[in-house]
């Protein structure tokens, strides 16, 4: 069955690091997102890809974090400097094309951050 | 405003109950539903999609959508403690970012 491959699954990182983060959709979805969640919430989109496109980053802080799908296949999500606010749960998620309309989207594992 | 709502709860429920599940959302051009199950610490699994009013029926599931109220819900018959997690609702128009809300923890007692 095609999966969401995201890793690492777990990440400590100590603040003022940098941190990386690596997802790889389902083959030949076009649509790839970045969520974080923090615990109690519901997942915020970060960015959304369409191939290799930034189609949203409006909730993306800028200053320090950056994310790239070069190929329009995997993508990477990175933080520099972390810090302590940035510990949460970061989903990647992808989704076929479809006319008119993004479909379903099917998550990876997601990555834990604890920045310390 | 919040554009997706849901009640956090939780919800409790005995076993072999009907649990329902309610989300409202404030973009009236909204055209994708989705219900996802989390399971705590895991990542969201989808369950279903609805795009037309109505209702659409899976397994034990039933998604409900009424978009004249902006009201979409999910229904879980026979519910079962494995049923136990946080649903979330999402939502989205066209191409446009899939926004979730916060998520309704459902409690199944045996």
């Not at chain 1, 974080?36 to 915020?44: A, F, K, M, S």
Request: glycine letters at 8%; one cysteine or more; proline letters at 5%.
């Amino acid at each position: 069955e095609a999966e969401v491959a995201q890793s690492p699954r777990y990440k400590i990182t100590e603040k003022s690091q940098a941190v990386a983060f690596w997802c790889d959709p389902i083959s030949g979805h076009a649509t790839l997102y970045w969520y974080r969640q923090i615990l109690g919430q519901g997942p915020e989109l970060l960015v959304q890809f369409q191939d290799e496109s930034v189609v949203d980053d409006s909730q993306l802080p800028k200053d320090r974090f950056s994310a790239e799908r070069l190929k329009g296949v995997d993508s990477t999500l990175k933080i520099q400097p972390a810090e302590l606010g940035d510990s949460a749960m970061y989903l990647c998620a992808s989704s076929p094309r479809k006319t008119g309309m993004n479909t379903e989207a099917f998550f990876g594992q997601g990555t834990r951050l604890t920045v310390v | 405003q919040k554009e997706v709502e849901q009640n956090s709860g939780p919800l409790s429920v005995p076993e072999g109950a009907i649990a329902s599940l309610n989300c409202t959302y404030s973009d009236r051009g909204s055209q994708s539903f989705f219900w996802y199950r989390q399971y705590s610490g895991k990542s969201p699994e989808l369950i279903m999609f609805i795009y037309s009013n109505g209702d659409k029926e899976d397994g034990r599931f039933t998604a409900q959508l009424n978009k004249a109220s902006q009201y979409v819900s999910l229904l879980i018959r026979d519910s079962q403690p494995s049923d136990s997690a946080t649903y979330l609702c999402a939502v989205n128009r066209g191409y446009s970012t899939l926004t979730f809300g916060k998520g309704t923890m459902l409690l199944v007692s045996p």
